[in-house]
């Protein structure tokens, strides 16, 4: 079965860090994009950040620039977020998501941050003091 499992999601004060974990089973990520999502109440899902997990190139946008880093650990199977300065508006559910292609296709899941195929069930952030 294809799963992505997110973890590490809680609560945290303001300018506090978390570092979010997505595990795959089932399939390997080698040759996939992995990206990180997040959804807050009443509000659309927004694109965060992606990685190449083919080549380690990384990805984004402009809500995940400067206080978001993503990793890989190939050998695990995982991507980490690590999330730096978090502040109350960061406060949502956060979810990776993963597709698989060719090359030019995880550049492109990467640089428009749509079209994956598979989705972790979710993991709460809760940024308040």
């Known amino acids: 079965q294809l799963q992505l499992v997110e973890s590490g999601g809680g609560w945290v004060q303001p300018g506090g860090s978390l570092r979010l974990s997505c595990a795959a089973s089932g399939f390997t990520l080698d040759y996939h994009a992995v990206g990180w999502f997040r959804q807050a109440p009443g509000k659309e899902r927004e694109g965060l950040t992606c990685i190449n997990m083919h080549d380690g190139s990384t990805y984004f946008a402009d809500s995940g620039k400067g206080r978001f880093t993503i990793a890989r650990d190939n050998a695990k199977n995982t991507v980490y977020l690590q999330m730096n300065g978090l502040k109350p508006e960061d406060t949502a559910v956060y979810y990776c998501?993963?597709?698989?292609?060719?090359?030019?296709?995880?550049?492109?899941?990467?640089?428009?941050?749509?079209?994956?195929?598979?989705w972790g069930q979710g993991t709460q952030v809760t940024v308040s003091s």
């Open positions: 998501a993963a597709a698989g292609g060719t090359l030019e296709k995880l550049h492109r899941l990467c640089v428009y941050l749509r079209d994956f195929d598979y």
